[in-house]
């Protein structure tokens, strides 16, 4: 059946449609996790794809054994908390990883009994539909802009970037050497490397990268990789070098949260403002408009 012929086809059977039922008809077209699964874009596939690779490179919790010190900040939090990666596992993902007896979203309160409560779950990068979100309706047309991904990690808003985003330039700054590896090898694998670039640096020695970016993404990005002083002297360099007028900081939690943990006051109201956003979109089946709304947005005064 060509367009034409389909177009003819769906419009004949709305046209026996009860007026009643048509409206109700027209939102379960609109909004249906069934007709989302017939149309994939194509960048979706390509998200999709690269998340697949990624998961055969790394263990469930997507973590590197170099990565010590998250590790140990993870056990160290008053509930027990396990990493899983957003862009790797959705939900339906980890339902069937907990069938298999992978992962469990529980954990025992009483060894030995049915006593338990659920897992905390800490995602240190976007979900792909945060990722759609984030370029597709809060940050403006990126043409002849530059981002920089502030610990790119698996390097998701990157790939992103490339395939939701006209941006000239996408960059990574990972202090991870594994980390930057992986991202390596998928940049090449999909012949991403025209706009994507990763630095194996301390973002803390990318002056110049800061003072031209457009666009700068700070998702989780130091709380459980340095520690207090470290991240201290951090945003106090960002704060000296994100200093592009008009340049775009997207930020996960929102700086005040962020800052107010490590009792540091930056002047926000003399560097930034927020951005108002909308996170009552809905972008598929899998849109949590929670994780939508920790999405924070500021331009530099």
């Not at 998928?186 to 002056?207: L, N, P």
């Not at 951090?234 to 949260?257: D, G, H, Q």
């Not at 002047?267 to 949590?288: A, K, M, R, Y």
């Amino acid at each position: 059946m060509d367009f034409s012929q389909a177009q003819t086809a769906i419009l004949n059977l709305l046209g026996r449609v009860s007026p009643g039922v048509l409206p109700k008809l027209m939102h379960w077209v609109k909004n249906s996790s069934d007709i989302e699964k017939l149309t994939p874009s194509n960048a979706d596939v390509l998200l999709h794809g690269i998340a697949d690779d990624l998961r055969g490179f790394l263990p469930v919790e997507a973590m590197v054994g170099s990565e010590n010190q998250a590790m140990e900040n993870l056990h160290k939090l008053p509930k027990p908390t396990l990493h899983v990666d957003a862009f790797l596992y959705n939900d339906d993902t980890i339902d069937l990883l907990c069938d298999e007896g992978k992962m469990s979203r529980n954990y025992c309160l009483s060894c030995g009994s049915r006593k338990t409560a659920p897992i905390d779950f800490l995602s240190h990068s976007f979900s792909i539909v945060e990722l759609k979100y984030l370029f597709q309706h809060v940050l403006p047309d990126l043409s002849e802009k530059t981002l920089v991904d502030v610990g790119s990690r698996l390097g998701a808003v990157l790939y992103a970037g490339y395939v939701y985003s006209s941006a000239r330039q996408l960059k990574g700054v990972e202090i991870n050497a594994d980390l930057c590896n992986l991202q390596d090898n998928i940049i090449k694998k999909y012949q991403f490397t025209d706009r994507i670039q990763v630095y194996h640096s301390d973002i803390c020695s990318q002056q110049s990268l800061l003072h031209h970016a457009d666009v700068v993404v700070l998702n989780n990005v130091f709380e459980y990789f340095l520690d207090t002083e470290e991240q201290i002297r951090t945003w106090i360099f960002l704060r000296e070098n994100i200093m592009k007028k008009e340049c775009l900081l997207v930020t996960v939690p929102s700086l005040k949260e962020s800052l107010h943990k490590l009792q540091i006051n930056l002047q926000l109201n003399q560097w930034v403002e927020e951005i108002e956003l909308d996170p009552d979109i809905f972008l598929g089946s899998e849109t949590d408009r929670e994780s939508l709304s920790d999405i924070h947005l500021y331009r530099v005064l």
